[in-house]
């Protein structure tokens, strides 16, 4: 329906963690997701639901096993499940599209719902001094790398983007370098430009601000926050999970 609540997510990085980490983290959002069957037509996954992700020719991750299904079964229930590529989602193939039906976007989307006009991205690259993420990602992204990485064996493969991804992490920021702060400044002036809503992931920071009527989140983390945004009846909020 046109008004029911749609939910946005953002950076569990599943499989970063211990295993004792990634059990609770697994079994909390898999409880997120069962809640959502038969209630919301709309998910948004604003980036970064794997710490890694890439799609063999013959083989997927055999640890997200769960989260896979629990995304089926929520998508055969009618909901639409839109994951928008983060900097750790290296290489979004054809099997989350074809095997799961999720919907993948790369880049900032302009949409509208409930009559509200929302600008979601999951942030990496956006300001002007996270130009490590930018050199990151063009080079994952050449056809010409995603190729020699296929030709890797699996679990070869997986051990090094591991490694990438611990690097992506943990490394220093700038000197004088606030990214909340300006995550929050390039939200306030992508609402001056007319949008009612700014959703952004990428910091793991909560944050939720408002400019005469209109509405910046950041969507946090499924790693130490469990937060998420719901859009209801006109009106963006950001939520805890249980």
């Known amino acids: 329906m046109m ?3 749609i939910y946005f997510i953002s950076d569990a990085h599943l499989g970063a963690g211990s295993f004792d980490v990634e059990q609770e983290k697994t079994r909390r959002l898999l409880a997120f997701l069962r809640e959502l ?29 769960r989260v896979l299904y629990e995304l089926t079964r929520l998508i055969e229930q009618g909901t639409r499940v839109v994951y928008m590529s983060g900097n750790h989602d290296f290489w979004l193939g054809s099997f989350l599209r074809e095997q799961v ?14 009559g509200k ?10 300001v002007a001094k996270d130009q490590g993420y930018r050199l990151m990602r063009r080079i994952l992204h050449n056809p010409v790398n995603i190729w020699l990485y296929q030709l890797l064996h699996p679990d070869l493969g997986v051990a090094l983007a591991r490694v990438v ?19 929050r400044e390039l939200a306030l002036a ?5 949008f009612d809503g700014v959703i952004f992931g990428h910091s793991h920071c909560p944050d939720y601000q408002t400019v005469d ?4 989140i950041n969507l946090g983390d499924w790693v130490t926050h469990f937060s998420y945004g719901l859009l209801h009846e006109g009106r963006l909020s950001l939520e805890w999970a249980k």
Do not use: M
């Open 3 to 5: 008004n029911d609540p």
């Open 37 to 65: 069957r038969g209630a919301t037509p709309l998910l948004y996954i604003v980036g970064d639901l794997f710490d890694f992700w890439f799609e063999y020719r013959s083989v997927i991750l055999r640890q997200h096993y």
């Open 101 to 114: 039906g999720v919907e993948a976007v790369y880049g900032a989307l302009e949409t509208e719902h409930h």
């Open 117 to 126: 006009r929302l600008f979601i991205c999951h942030g990496d690259g956006l």
């Open 165 to 183: 991804s611990h690097l992506s992490r943990n490394h220093t920021l700038p000197e004088g370098w606030h990214p909340d702060r300006e995550y």
């Open 190 to 194: 992508k609402l001056h430009e007319g």
């Open 213 to 216: 009527g209109k509405v910046y």
